[in-house]
């Protein structure tokens, strides 16, 4: 099956951790996007990346930081500079010739602070 | 400001009906606005792209229109289905043309 995966579904967070969220698709798709969903919000772009070693960030970077060293991964690590880090977190994908372009999301990851 | 502008009230209507979603926005001028359905808990899925210069986009029971002087893009989905009950998103191309920027959603509920 062609598609994104992202993991885990939940993830717990303690104070002062680092926590790395995975993305991988299979689709052969150039660019990656990782977004935040905060209840009753849109998504909100943290980073995203259009081709492999290169990305840029989005709209609410601070205190998130990504790779992207193959072109089908795409990881997100939530460091203890994030102070607000608990919102459900969304990987997508799309061909690359643009952001006109479609884009195919994963299932998701819930964040969560303990 | 630039935003973008949602219904943020649940949408209820029968089943059978058409249902109409708006989506608002100021401050952009995009060449491209998308629809994504979402279900609880679950990643967006794709449904419409219509282009600026296109005033009306079709697709089964699914209709959007697109009108840059009133800045506003509208939602039908026609004779709905209590299958079609999610939340509803608009996205605008935007930042140069290098990424997708979403309204918050319409929350639309089918009932029988």
């Known amino acids: 099956d062609g598609g994104i995966t992202q993991s885990p579904k939940y993830l717990f967070r303690k104070e002062g951790q680092n926590v790395t969220l995975s993305c991988e698709q299979n689709?052969?798709?150039?660019?990656m996007y990782w977004y935040r969903q905060d209840p009753g919000q849109g998504l909100r772009l943290i980073y995203y990346s259009q081709i492999v070693n290169d990305f840029q960030k989005g709209d609410i970077a601070e205190g998130y930081s990504v790779s992207r060293e193959k072109k089908e991964s795409f990881p997100l690590t939530v460091t203890s500079a994030q102070k607000n880090p608990t919102a459900f977190y969304l990987c997508?994908?799309?061909?690359?010739?643009?952001?006109?372009?479609?884009?195919?999301f994963g299932p998701g990851t819930r964040l969560l602070v303990l | 400001s630039q935003k973008i502008e949602q219904n943020s009230e649940a949408l209820n209507i029968q089943e059978g009906k058409t249902a109409t979603l708006t989506c608002n926005y100021t401050n952009y001028s995009p060449a491209y606005l998308q629809w994504y359905r979402q279900d609880p808990g679950r990643g967006p899925v794709f449904l419409l792209l219509?282009?600026?210069?296109?005033k009306e986009k079709r697709k089964e029971r699914l209709k959007v229109t697109f009108d840059t002087t009133l800045k506003q893009s509208l939602f039908h989905i026609t004779a709905s289905q209590p299958a079609d009950s999610a939340t509803y998103l608009c996205a605008l191309l935007t930042g140069g043309g290098n990424k997708l920027t979403f309204g918050t959603g319409t929350q639309l509920k089918v009932e029988l």
């Open positions: 689709l052969n798709h150039d660019a």
């Open positions: 219509i282009r600026e210069n296109e």
């Open positions: 997508a994908s799309s061909s690359g010739n643009g952001p006109q372009e479609t884009q195919y």
